[in-house]
């Protein structure tokens, strides 16, 4: 699809990068599930205990508020608890003031909760989806930034 790849180019990813590690990622999941279970079967791996060290978080925070500064970007990860503590200390440090990011001052957070149109009438996810078109042309107006945090 032309519009993703655009908007993987604009967000920094290499679509033969994106494409190897997906592929990667694949064989990995299809390696393991070929293989026969081992003999005690009793044992139940740890989901989301490596935690990734404070430099390496540094480094992921920085580079997100580096891509926030661009237009549109998309943040994909593998592990959600992973990206989520990354988008909510990036979201601290610009609420707070941290110095270094003058790009981002002014920038508005708008936390939305995709789960909560689940159960509205298309009506009132039209109006919610207006009020939301609303608040970001004000923002745009007003010259501040926004970003729509879905997690």
């Not at 592990?79 to 990011?101: A, P």
């Not at 939305?112 to 107006?141: A, P, Q, Y």
Request: charged fraction near 30%.
């Amino acid at each position: 699809d032309p519009s993703f790849s655009r908007v993987m180019r604009e967000a920094g990813f290499s679509s033969p990068l994106v494409k190897a590690k997906v592929e990667q990622a694949l064989s990995m999941e299809l390696g393991s599930q070929n293989q026969a279970p081992s003999e005690n079967t009793n044992i139940k791996p740890k989901v989301g205990t490596a935690k990734p060290r404070p430099s390496d978080r540094n480094e992921d925070v920085m580079s997100v508020m580096e891509s926030l500064k661009k237009r549109n970007s998309v943040l994909v990860g593998e592990c959600i608890e992973t990206l989520e503590g990354i988008v909510r200390e990036v979201m601290d440090r610009v609420e707070n003031g941290v110095k270094n990011d003058e790009g981002l001052n002014g920038v508005e957070f708008v936390q939305i909760s995709v789960s909560s149109f689940v159960h509205l009438s298309r009506e009132e996810v039209d109006h919610r989806l207006k009020e939301l078109t609303s608040l970001v042309k004000s923002c745009m107006e007003n010259n501040k930034g926004v970003v729509l945090y879905l997690g």
